[in-house]
């Protein structure tokens, strides 16, 4: 289908950017790399009045790490987080849930902030966001707001940016030593959505779990995180049985949405798989990074 007719404005810096969305308010989108948007619009689920194309805000993209944290510009592309040496040593369970993103073709066009600000809630990022408490840097006239991941996701590709508001940065906290991560999912077909996802993040140090990170995508309106189970898991050895108790925790709570692709019940029992799974790739990895 064509798109629909709206009024179309680039502007060159953020400043542009957020006087035009001041302006516009709920009748603007943002258009970042358009692999969510442009689809929308084709099909006439979104209707905005006015589209700002930010792709020409050079200032939005990069990386950078200091003082503890990986700073990814909104702009920044899929791919090139990807291949970053940044990302894979600082991020890790970020470099994992990448390769997992639709197919290169996408991720070539697709922006880290436009999957986050989209919010679908079968997405890599918003789970990978969550379960590492990022930070979503974001501007309007009246100046910048940090607002971290656990408030961020307000319901279905519904986030708590204002209209006025443009997401220019998402900080990432970098990974401390002894860290192993896995990005688990179970699709269709490689490239679909998650019928359940996974990011998993353990610290082992001296072979203790000191810090255990659970998110879910696929099983509810926003990422979910399994805050029972990394109670649990908290302070003990690895091990199978551990493992097994944990997944119970992370689903007993759980009441995914059924659809064509499963019902609510497989889709918890997707996610006690995912969970082991994911429990026992991240101890692996954590012992390979000591």
Same mark, same amino acid.
């Given at each position: 289908?064509?798109?629909?007719?709206?009024?179309?404005?680039?502007?060159?810096?953020?400043?542009?950017?957020?006087?035009?969305?001041?302006?516009?308010?709920?009748?603007?989108?943002?258009?970042?790399?358009?692999?969510?948007?442009?689809?929308?619009?084709?099909?006439?689920?979104?209707?905005?009045?006015?589209?700002?194309?930010?792709?020409?805000?050079?200032?939005?993209?990069?990386?950078?790490?200091?003082?503890?944290?990986?700073?990814?510009?909104?702009?920044?592309?899929?791919?090139?987080?990807?291949?970053?040496?940044?990302?894979?040593?600082?991020?890790?369970?970020?470099?994992?849930?990448?390769?997992?993103?639709?197919?290169?073709?996408?991720?070539?066009?697709?922006?880290?902030?436009?999957? !986050? $600000?989209?919010?679908? #809630?079968? %997405? *890599? +990022?918003?789970?990978? /966001?969550?379960?590492?408490?990022? =930070?979503?840097?974001?501007?309007?006239?009246?100046?910048?707001?940090?607002?971290?991941?656990?408030?961020?996701?307000?319901?279905?590709?519904?986030?708590?940016?204002?209209?006025?508001?443009?997401?220019?940065?998402?900080?990432?906290?970098?990974?401390?030593?002894?860290?192993?991560?896995?990005?688990?999912?179970?699709?269709?077909?490689?490239?679909?959505?998650?019928?359940?996802?996974?990011?998993?993040?353990?610290?082992?140090?001296?072979?203790?779990?000191?810090?255990?990170?659970?998110?879910?995508?696929?099983?509810?309106?926003?990422?979910?995180?399994?805050?029972?189970?990394?109670?649990? !898991? $908290?302070?003990?050895? #690895?091990? %199978? *049985? +551990?493992?097994?108790? /944990?997944?119970?925790?992370?689903? =007993?709570?759980?009441?995914?949405?059924?659809?064509?692709?499963?019902?609510?019940?497989?889709?918890?029992?997707?996610?006690?798989?995912?969970?082991?799974?994911?429990?026992?790739?991240?101890?692996?990895?954590?012992?390979?990074?000591?």
């Amino acid at each position: 289908m064509k798109l629909p007719p709206v009024d179309y404005e680039a502007p060159g810096t953020v400043s542009e950017a957020v006087a035009l969305l001041a302006e516009h308010q709920d009748e603007a989108s943002v258009l970042a790399g358009g692999q969510s948007l442009i689809p929308l619009l084709a099909l006439r689920l979104a209707y905005p009045a006015v589209l700002i194309d930010i792709n020409g805000i050079d200032e939005l993209s990069g990386m950078s790490a200091a003082d503890g944290w990986v700073a990814v510009g909104a702009m920044t592309r899929e791919y090139v987080a990807e291949e970053s040496g940044t990302v894979a040593d600082a991020v890790p369970l970020l470099a994992a849930a990448l390769p997992l993103i639709g197919h290169e073709a996408i991720r070539n066009r697709g922006t880290i902030g436009g999957s !986050l $600000a989209h919010a679908d #809630p079968a %997405a *890599e +990022l918003p789970a990978v /966001a969550r379960a590492l408490d990022a =930070e979503f840097v974001v501007r309007s006239p009246a100046g910048e707001r940090v607002v971290p991941a656990a408030e961020w996701f307000e319901g279905f590709l519904t986030t708590s940016r204002r209209p006025d508001e443009l997401l220019v940065e998402i900080r990432f906290p970098a990974a401390r030593r002894g860290t192993g991560v896995s990005f688990q999912e179970v699709a269709r077909r490689h490239g679909d959505f998650a019928i359940v996802g996974l990011a998993a993040s353990l610290v082992l140090s001296g072979g203790v779990i000191s810090d255990a990170r659970l998110a879910f995508a696929g099983v509810s309106d926003v990422p979910v995180r399994a805050a029972a189970a990394e109670d649990l !898991l $908290a302070g003990e050895r #690895p091990s %199978a *049985e +551990l493992f097994d108790e /944990a997944a119970r925790r992370a689903t =007993e709570d759980l009441d995914p949405p059924a659809d064509l692709h499963g019902s609510s019940d497989y889709r918890k029992t997707v996610a006690a798989a995912v969970v082991r799974r994911g429990l026992r790739a991240a101890a692996d990895n954590a012992r390979e990074r000591q």
